[in-house]
């Protein structure tokens, strides 16, 4: 979680983050203390807060983020968008006036009414009936899951 971090840099142009829980206060300390910002890459994070929104970011990436809230991003000079493998729920967009390349890939699975949280322990335990045979005798159970180590409790998460 991001919440003792202050973002405040006028010179800050690109920003990775990876595995962060983003909440409104992370997210609006972006918009307001970031004004250079032009590339946000965000990789497996888990999304509480309800709006990016920057003037000069240009590049935003959002790889396999978990949204469980109704995420808006507003970026008017935004020119590349890619947002893959959204989980639970894709973002909306608004003032895209700029942009010239834009991806939205989303899997079926995330989207779904059956789809569950399972953590490593459920891995282990799979007691499903279906016969999933990979060709060589072996008999190959999957699930898909999705973890973070921070408590839920007070983002609407849990």
């Known amino acids: 979680m991001l919440e003792h971090m202050v973002f405040v ?3 800050l142009k690109i920003l990775k983050l990876s595995y ?3 909440d409104n206060n992370a997210l ?7 004004p250079s910002l032009e590339e946000l890459d965000l990789k497996d994070c888990l999304m509480a807060g309800h709006e990016i929104s920057s003037a000069s970011l240009k590049i935003l990436v959002m790889f396999k983020c978990q949204i469980n809230v109704n995420l808006s991003i ?10 893959v493998s959204p989980i639970t729920q894709a973002p909306s967009f608004e003032n895209m006036e700029s ?9 079926d699975y995330a989207f779904t009414d059956d789809f569950e949280d399972f953590s490593k322990d459920e891995l282990d335990e799979t007691t499903d009936e279906d016969d999933d045979d990979d060709g060589n005798g072996n008999n190959q159970k999957y699930k898909t899951g999705y973890g973070f180590g921070v408590p839920l409790k007070g983002y609407g998460l849990g």
Do not use: K
């Open 9 to 11: 840099s006028s010179h």
């Open 20 to 22: 962060a829980l983003l």
């Open 28 to 34: 609006r300390q972006l918009s307001s203390h970031c």
């Open 74 to 83: 507003a970026a008017p000079n935004l020119v590349l968008l890619r947002c």
């Open 99 to 107: 942009l010239v390349t834009g991806a939205i890939i989303l899997d």
